[in-house]
């Protein structure tokens, strides 16, 4: 019995929320716009460009087209430079005991994120072997809460939707894998992510017996 595990990254794999926020931060200061913590949370699996539209909207803002790409081209450059200096301890809580489990239990696995950056986080923590299939921003067109991503996840397992399952952090993720007709499991909280079938608030409350059920179902 197979069925399709399908894994967010931002915020389900590694927390780099922070990272991005710096680097957000740092956009919008230089164009004289305040950024909070709060409006950073919003932008959890949000795109690059969708992100950027956003801020300037919160700043009452507009730019031309070529401001516009440069200011998401420096964004990215300070993005990688923190990711640079990521490694395997930042991996988040038992997310690689979840992975083994599901890989001897035999069972496909693929990213599914909406980063363009995916395979180089994957590859700075060490995680990339883990995956049968990566389907990450380079390979969609359409972003969460689209099912895109997750559908073409499924294709690449070659399982059919209805047998995959996502883990998301994102209001937006949760609604592409239930648009999906996928099982949608929250990593976060319970009032954020209520459209999910189930929430956990990170892979320390996810057994082996919970694993076993999705398998079987
Ligand atoms: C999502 C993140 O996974 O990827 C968003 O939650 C981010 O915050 C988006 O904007 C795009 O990522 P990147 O790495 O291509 O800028
Ligand atoms: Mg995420």
Not at 177 to 192: D, F, K, L, R
Request: with cysteine.
């Amino acid at each position: 019995n197979k069925k399709g595990f399908i894994f967010d990254l931002d915020g389900v794999i590694v927390d780099t929320a922070k990272y991005h926020f710096l680097a957000w931060q740092k956009l919008a200061k230089s164009i004289g716009i305040d950024f909070s913590h709060e409006q950073n949370e919003q932008l959890k699996g949000v795109s690059r460009v969708k992100s950027l539209e956003k801020i300037l909207t919160w700043g009452n803002k507009t730019i031309s087209e070529d401001k516009f790409n440069a200011l998401m081209a420096s964004k990215n450059d300070d993005y990688l430079s923190f990711i640079a200096k990521m490694n395997h301890n930042e991996i988040l809580p038992d997310v690689p005991k979840v992975l083994n489990y599901l890989k001897e239990q035999d069972q496909p696995i693929s990213l599914g994120s909406a980063s363009k950056n995916a395979r180089q986080i994957l590859e700075k923590v060490d995680l990339l072997k883990q995956f049968d299939a990566i389907v990450d921003g380079n390979d969609v067109s359409k972003a969460k809460p689209d099912p895109e991503v997750f559908l073409v996840a499924a294709k690449a397992l070659n399982i059919k939707p209805e047998e995959c399952i996502v883990f998301e952090d994102s209001v937006a993720g949760v609604q592409a894998a239930n648009t999906a007709n996928m099982i949608s499991i929250g990593i976060g909280e319970q009032n954020v992510l209520h459209e999910a079938d189930y929430v956990f608030s990170d892979f320390t409350e996810i057994d082996t017996a919970f694993i076993d059920k999705l398998i079987k179902r």
